[in-house]
Structures are given as C-alpha cells and as structure tokens.
C-alpha cells in the first residue's frame, strides 16, 4: 500500500493560466432555456436538507471488491464503483480499509463509472438503465434526481469541462446522452442525445474525449461485426476517421491517451474470449491493423486477468481489473513515456 496519493497539480504561472484563458474560454453557464428532458426528482430532491439531517451514511460491508470498475479523486475524497457489489463507496483515504469505506449508494445495479462538475455527481445505474444524481449536502451525498430510460445499459459517464456538460455512453445503442446543470438551481437537465445508427446492437465498452474530438472504442457483436475506432467531432458526432482494428483486439473497454501513446486496456477478441484480455500500446491508432502495438499487461502488471478503466489523479493512473483475487486496483505512473512505480492497491 503506498504510503499518499497527492491531487495536486503544478501550480501555473499567471500568465500561463490567462493564455490559457484566452484559447479555451469557459463555456457560458447553463440556464435550463432548452433542453429534452428535466431530471426526476427524488423524495430526497424535494428537501435535501431535511433528507440529510436524517440520513447517516452506512459502512461498507465487505473486505475486498467485486469486479471494481472505476477510480477517482473529487473534491479530496476517493470513489470507487465496486461494479457487482452494485455499490459506489467513498473514503477520504485509499489506506482506510475497506470494510470502513462508507457507502455512497447501493441503489444500482452493475454500476460502471461515476463523474462530477462540481456541483452535481453523477452515476451510471448500467442494469437499470438509469443514471442517478447525487448532491453533497451538509458532509452527505443524497440522491436528489434520476434520469430513466438512458439506452440500454448506459456504461460510460464523463464531464467535461470544456463543455460543461456530461456524456452518457449507452453500450448498446450507438447513443451518447448530454446532460448539463443548471448554474443557478442545481437541476439537471438532457439538452442532446446523439447517435451511430451502425453501432446499434454493438457492444461498445467506452468512449474518451481527445482534444476535442470523441474516440469510441471497438466492440463486438453477435454478428461479428467488423472491429473498428471512431473519431468523432464531439459536437456533432460526425465520423472524422475510423480506424482498423485487428480481431485479437476487437472488445476494447477503453482508449487513454498518455504522452506519447495510446493506451488500450482490452477485454476479448473478436468472438469474445476473455482469455486473450490484455493493456496494449501504441503511437498511432492507424498502426494497430498491422500489429505495430506494444502489449504492456505482463511486462508492467501481472497478466491473466481482465484490465478495464484506468483513471487519472493528479499524476498518479489507476487501473481497475477482475479475474485476479487480490489485483483488483492498482497505481501506475508514467515518466517519459516509460511507466513506472507499478503498485498494487487492492
């Protein structure tokens, strides 16, 4: 166990910061004037503070995690979806155990990742079809708003704050779901939903937001559907490149771009055998049909498992995993393009 992890990030020079300023201005806040759908307030969301006067938040119950599929740091406490204990729990050390982690829900079933602008915090209820919105209220996180009838199995959730808004990735249906929260109120609310007719009936693990653009990862079919990469523009979800995927790599869970590379954590092949799972690399997306990738799982990790989401804090990755008792997270660093300081976390 490693003994901190910091959150921190260099401090910018002023001048730094106001360039920066200048080339990406801050989107203009959100005031609910057009939108597809309002959130469904809970019995919660009438009277957070009420509900939290009430509420005392319950320990985790278990040692270890089942199937944890993602990890992050928001406002200097740890999440973790502990994906088939259907729970999200939270600590404000990863060295807490984890039977003293609180709960933040157990209203979900097969939940994947959760996601925050700041005001709002957002998980996907995968099995449910879901997303439930929590808000922090006097130390607590009450569940204050839902959506229903977010796709099939929506997988994926991220906020991005170029845009101020929220991205739901629906695994099955080709569709991306947009939400953004009203500044003033706290309301959330479905301003966009956006689709990939051919991506219908795809299993579709993951997307990630590079440099504007929208990357979705490839997946597999029961009709065997040929694996491919999109590139997307985030805005309008017009296909910008695709990219050839050979078949050993066809069930990608999700593309992090690190410096130099892109990094591929790999659940099956083509015909969906897990046996094969691994992290692979590479420099160019174009060089993956002809094999020009680097497999780091057993070179950096152990290997035999199944490597998901990996995440980012401060300086410090996070990958989760399953299929290997007592290798279920773990930290990762990369300097220079080499990665360093491997450790196993749970």
Known sequence: MPASFGCSKPAESAEVSAQKALENPAPTPYNSEDFIEESSLTSDGEDPIAAASEYTPGKNYDSELSVPTYVTNIDDTWFIVDCYHNRVIYSDSLETPLNEWNIMTSDATRPHTIASDGKVYMIDDTDNNRILIFEKVDGKFIHTQSFYDIGIRPHYTVYDEATDTFYVWSSMTGELFCFRTDSSTGRVYLTDKRRIDSLDGIYIRSFSVIDGDIYLVSGVSEEG???????????????????????????????????????????????????????????????LAAGEYEDIYSKYFIGGGTPYYISSVGDTYFLTEHRLKD???????VEDNEIADVQPIF
């Not at 290798?327 to 660093?333: A, D, G, I, P, R």
């Open 225 to 287: 559907a040929e694996a491919t990469i999109l590139q997307c523009d985030l805005a309008t979800f017009e296909v910008k490149q695709i990219y050839a995927v050979p078949d050993e790599l066809a069930g990608m869970v999700q593309i992090t771009k690190i410096q130099d590379f892109y990094y591929i954590s790999v659940s099956t092949d083509k015909t969906g055998n897990q046996d094969v799972a691994t992290i692979v690399r590479t420099k160019s997306l174009d060089d």
């Open 327 to 333: 290798h279920s997270v773990w930290s990762f660093k």
